[in-house]
């Protein structure tokens, strides 16, 4: 059974620039969260998806958005890049509805903004 | 609101040597209480869970007790291996809040031989 799958694995932005980043879940699952991992914050929760809505959201500024569609792949956009934007960003997916869920990480997408 | 903190790292341990790293946790509700491993270069993976009060997580080893009347989840080994050089993330989710989970910092594991 393949993993969750991110990409692209490393990009490099200049500030003001925008990203997308992309997540396939482990086949099934409708559930796809964002994660921001940083060394100083740890990981910090962006946004989950389930079925195509945004079921929650963390407390990032309206620059980070996001998006599920019908297959389950989610995307997530920021735009206006800061150079504090620079972090691995974490997708995970989950089959529950999240009672006892477990999360299943991807390897992440390491941006890093100039 | 829900939060996790986990004891600071780093920890180098000797192997066979005895792990524990601290966990406690703030919550309104009845969480679910996990542990998370990133080996070097991998992805987090779950390493165990507890989803009540008194249960006790196991897995590779590793155990770790829900304890509601200290708000903890203390991640505890008897004897570490190299092999478990690794960053371990205490974290917590609510039923109510779906897929949000909380994520202590992490605490960065070397095990020497």
């Known amino acids: 059974k393949a993993g969750v799958t991110q990409t692209p694995r490393y990009l490099i932005k200049t500030r003001g620039q925008q990203v997308t980043l992309s997540c396939s879940p482990i086949?099934?699952?409708?559930?796809v969260s964002w994660y921001q991992q940083t060394p100083g914050q740890g990981l910090q929760f962006l946004f989950e998806?389930?079925?195509?809505?945004?079921?929650n959201k963390g407390n990032f500024p309206g620059r980070f958005s996001g998006r599920q569609f019908s297959n389950s792949r989610s995307e997530m956009n920021v735009s206006t890049l800061e150079l504090g934007d620079s972090a691995l960003y974490l997708c995970?997916?989950?089959?529950?509805?999240?009672?006892?869920?477990?999360?299943?990480f991807g390897e992440g997408s390491r941006l890093t903004v100039l | 609101g829900d939060s996790v903190t986990q004891m600071e790292g780093p920890v180098t341990l000797s192997e066979e040597a005895f792990l524990t790293i601290n966990c406690t946790y703030t919550a309104t509700g009845y969480p679910s209480l996990f542990w998370y491993v990133q080996y070097p270069g991998e992805g987090l993976q779950l390493l165990l869970k507890a989803t009540k009060a008194d249960d006790k997580g196991s897995n590779k080893g590793f155990e770790a007790t829900y304890r509601k009347e200290t708000t903890s989840f203390h991640l505890e080994k008897g004897s570490v291996q190299v092999s478990d050089s690794a960053v371990y993330f205490c974290a917590l989710s609510d039923r109510r809040t779906g897929n949000q989970f909380y994520f202590g910092t992490g605490t960065s594991l070397t095990v020497i031989p």
């Open positions: 998806y389930f079925s195509e809505t945004q079921r």
């Open positions: 086949s099934g699952h409708r559930s």
């Open positions: 995970a997916s989950s089959g529950t509805s999240g009672i006892t869920g477990e999360l299943f």
